[in-house]
């Protein structure tokens, strides 16, 4: 059975989408990520133009953030003050990432900047992640508990205009936490990602915010990101395809239910270990598509311009 | 509706001066639909034209979709990656294209006549933009170009075959694809003898969205800011209602 993408302007079968809604739902039901670095080169796989791919998964993103972080939220883990200094930063650096996606669009380079963009990130993130997993399954079987710091003093701890964070039970620089949000906002924008995969290992590593608060907060400020990118991309580009981002969404509720109820049967480093290999499978095929010859080196896009 | 009712006597007032030209001419054609609907289930159209010509000759029939700016881009090895590094723009580019004939078109009609009337992919007239454009270039940039279109269905690249009963009657088959742009077709049915025209017959297809679809694409593009916050209410709604089927069920 197929339909028409009104926005798209092309016609899919609708179990397609329903599935691929369904596995990346299923993945972040798993993982406990949002799952957009997954859903947006998928949709650019089959065939829907980068532009509406990247603003459609930001209006989607927005409603899978309000479903995950209503659990949390619940159980008092979500940081309002820090996710409302994190989505001042959020809000400028999207809005600048929805100027630069169109700028790059004008001169034909957006779907190089997005590859880019996610073979950088996705590699590092990937990267990290797995040798972090690693040393903690190798940590576990030698099982030599140390002690952590319970806080490092570097650098940015002497930045003016400091807030103190109850939940976070942090006293830091605003400068910090806004130049995180603003840079992750300018990578949700371009990416059509909520930029929890960046966010989460910011807030522990360079915040030093405790674990139980970061997914919360991530996902409260990433409604408001995604909300704002769906907002611009829908004014400045008419690229949000309400019929898909619900399709999409349809499939991801359900397959969300399914990968939470597997993620129990794995342990904490074992997750993050496939997750980390499935981010760097990503960030390979992209990289991969970079430096393979095309198949034609010539390309066409509607309209005139350089 | 009303751009229903509006497309409907469009179509009408067409056939109608289609009919008063008949009496006198040695092709009549038509085709069996005025208007293409892109409705929610749209996966393509045919449109079948179909029509009568007197005497002994050739048949072609181009079908042109509405036409506008296209830009090409050719990749090239940027330290190790493939990026876009050069871009032509052709102006008056159909946005569709397909041609039938009875014969090939070698065969129909002298270069020049395909030239003029632009019958063929390689007679089509793309203008590129631009001043002291390299030729070999433009070569290039157009091969791309017409390369890409056929890719995505949108350029026939065979000449579609035209049926003949009794040296009368013809009739031909053009495929439109599901991801045909809306607008205002040209499709052109030419009668020729000894290689010149004898006859000619342009009929106007309007390929417009219909219903559902139609009213979403129309209220994002003329309602874009009330449209984002809608697209972003209706998001929060079903998160919402996705995190309460998800506590229901667990």
């Keep these: ?306 | 509706m009303r751009r229903l009712w509006f497309l409907a006597t469009l179509s009408l007032i067409l056939a109608v001066s289609a009919g008063q030209a008949r009496a006198q001419q040695e092709l009549v054609a038509d085709l069996s639909d005025h208007l293409v609907a892109i409705t929610t289930g749209f996966t393509g159209a045919d449109v079948l034209l179909f029509g009568a010509v007197e005497g002994e000759g050739e048949i072609v029939v181009t079908m042109a979709g509405p036409r506008g700016d296209v830009t090409v881009r050719r990749k090239g090895r940027v330290v190790g990656v493939w990026a876009n590094v050069e871009a032509m723009t052709f102006a008056n580019t159909p946005a569709f294209y397909a041609v039938a004939a009875t014969r090939p078109l070698e065969a129909v009609a002298p270069e020049d006549v395909r030239k003029r009337q632009e019958i063929g992919l390689d007679n089509l007239a793309l203008r590129p933009v631009g001043e002291d454009l390299d030729a070999d270039a433009v070569t290039d940039f157009r091969d791309g170009l017409i390369r890409n279109k056929i890719a995505e269905n949108l350029f026939a690249a065979e000449v579609a075959p035209i049926n003949v009963l009794s040296n009368r009657l013809f009739r031909t088959r053009i495929t439109l694809p599901a991801n045909v742009a809306t607008g205002v077709y040209t499709v052109s049915a030419y009668y020729l003898r000894d290689g010149s025209a004898v006859h000619a017959q342009t009929t106007p297809l309007v390929v417009s969205k219909i219903g559902v679809g139609a009213d979403v694409f129309l209220f994002a593009h003329s309602y874009s800011a009330a449209y984002g916050l809608i697209a972003i209410v209706i998001a929060v709604a079903a998160g919402w209602l996705a995190a309460w089927i998800g506590r229901k069920v667990s």
Excluded at chain 1, 6 to 32: D, H, Q, T, Y
Excluded at chain 1, 243 to 272: H, T
Excluded at chain 1, 281 to 290: E, I, N, P, Q, S
């Design chain 1, 1 to 306: 059975m197929h339909i028409y993408l009104p926005i798209a302007e092309l016609s899919v079968n609708i179990f397609l989408i329903l599935g691929m809604g369904g596995a990346v739902g299923f993945l972040s039901g798993l993982f406990g990520v949002g799952g957009g670095f997954l859903m947006t080169p998928l949709l650019i796989f089959i065939g829907v133009p980068p532009a509406v791919a990247v603003g459609t998964e930001a209006n989607q993103i927005v409603a899978s953030s309000v479903s995950g972080v209503i659990a949390h939220w619940r159980r008092g883990n979500v940081d309002f003050r820090m996710g409302g200094v994190l989505l001042v930063g959020g809000f400028a650096g999207s809005s600048v990432g929805v100027w630069a996606f169109a700028a790059l669009r004008e001169v034909g380079q957006i779907d190089l900047a997005i590859k880019l963009c996610y073979v950088v990130f996705l590699g590092i993130i990937g990267g990290l992640m797995l040798n972090e997993s690693a040393r903690a399954m190798l940590r576990a079987r030698s099982s030599t508990p140390r002690r952590a710091k319970l806080h490092q003093h570097t650098w940015f701890h002497g930045l003016p205009l400091k807030m103190r964070f109850q939940r976070s039970k942090l006293y830091i620089s605003a400068i910090l936490p806004l130049g995180i949000g603003f840079f992750v906002g300018i990578l949700a924008a371009l990416m059509g990602v909520g930029g929890g995969f960046i966010m989460v290992p910011a807030m522990i590593y360079l915040l030093g915010m405790p674990t139980s608060v970061v997914v919360g907060t991530s996902l409260f400020q990433i409604i408001f990101v995604t909300a704002n990118v769906t907002f611009l991309q829908a004014v400045n580009t008419q690229t949000v395809d309400i019929v898909l981002a619900l399709l999409l969404l349809a499939g991801a509720v359900f397959g969300a239910q399914v990968g939470s109820r597997f993620a129990g049967r794995l342990k904490g480093e074992e997750l993050r270990g496939l997750l980390a290999l499935m981010v760097l499978a990503v960030c390979a095929k992209l990289g991969y598509d970079l430096v393979a010859t095309p198949e034609d080196l010539f390309s066409i896009t509607d309209g005139g311009g350089h």
